[in-house]
Nanobody, 126 residues
Framework: QVQLVESGGGLVQAGGSLRLSCAAS????????MGWFRQVPGKERDFVAW????????DYATSVKGRFTISRDNAQNMVYLKMNSLKPEDTAVYYC???????????????????WGQGTQVTVSS
């Protein structure tokens, strides 16, 4: 089992920045890829960003490309999401997720991840 705990959410004005953190514990050696998703009430969980824990390769949703950066620290079992130029439409609960098998082809699909954190709220005011 892998446990994921997100932190760093909060209230920020439009144009501001936040950095989310995801701390992994447990059988972290089994984690191959990790991702960030976000969800607003009444909607599905949407893909935000993906990272390969071994190579550091990344991918982003079109809506956040150029504004968000995903990174990892393997030694600390951490994954980060730096969010710049935040917009009100970025308001959501942000979730960290981990997969035990390579999921490049399905990286934007929530079902391809095995472990999830509890989420952290990000609110961007206009």
């Amino acid at each position: 089992q892998v446990q994921l705990v997100e932190s760093g959410g909060g209230l920020v004005q439009a144009g501001g920045s936040l950095r989310l953190s995801c701390a992994a514990s447990g059988r972290t050696f089994s984690t191959v890829h990790m991702g960030w998703f976000r969800q607003v009430p009444g909607k599905e969980r949407d893909f935000v960003a993906w990272i390969s824990m071994s190579t550091g390769s990344t991918d982003y949703a079109t809506s956040v490309k150029g504004r968000f950066t995903i990174s990892r620290d393997n030694a600390q079992n951490m994954v980060y999401l730096k969010m710049n130029s935040l917009k009100p439409e970025d308001t959501a609960v942000y979730y960290c997720a981990a997969s035990r098998v390579p999921n490049w082809l399905t990286r934007s699909t929530a079902a391809s991840y095995d472990y999830w954190g509890q989420g952290t709220q990000v609110t961007v005011s206009s």
